[in-house]
């Protein structure tokens, strides 16, 4: 059975720093494109980070220079570091996967991801 699991989220202050964690079964990391999402209530979800199966990395506006996404194939984990944290950035994160390649145009559209996790609360004030 493919899961993909996310671990990582909590309650920060304003500036402090998270890491997200996306531990896939199932599946080999290394053949997919990951991506995280993030979800306010009321809200579309939105995307946030992207990475390539070949490692290159797509960020939203909003987050360059403070979130850094990446993965180790080895051991099928997908990460989001998170700096410099805003109340903004308060939102369900999720993690996603896709086979295949990305290009930027598509790397952080919600319809081109198959495969989700189920969530990790962020909450910053």
């Known amino acids: 059975e493919v899961q993909l699991v996310e671990s990582g989220g909590g309650s920060v202050q304003a500036g402090g720093s998270l890491r997200l964690s996306c531990a896939a079964s199932?599946?080999?990391?290394?053949?997919?494109?990951n991506a995280w999402f993030r979800q306010v209530p009321g809200k579309e979800r939105e995307g946030v980070a992207a990475?390539?199966?070949?490692?290159?990395?797509f960020y939203a506006d909003s987050v360059k220079g403070r979130f850094t996404i990446s993965k180790d194939n080895s051991d099928n984990t997908l990460y989001l570091q998170m700096n410099s944290l805003k109340s903004e950035d308060t939102a369900m994160y999720y993690c996603?996967?896709?086979?295949?390649?990305?290009?930027?145009?598509?790397?952080?559209?919600?319809?081109?991801?198959?495969?989700w996790g189920r969530g990790t609360q962020v909450t910053v004030s």
């Open positions: 996603a996967a896709r086979p295949g390649r990305m290009t930027a145009i598509h790397a952080l559209v919600e319809d081109e991801y198959v495969l």
């Open positions: 199932g599946l080999t990391y290394s053949h997919y494109c």
């Open positions: 990475i390539d199966s070949d490692g290159k990395t």
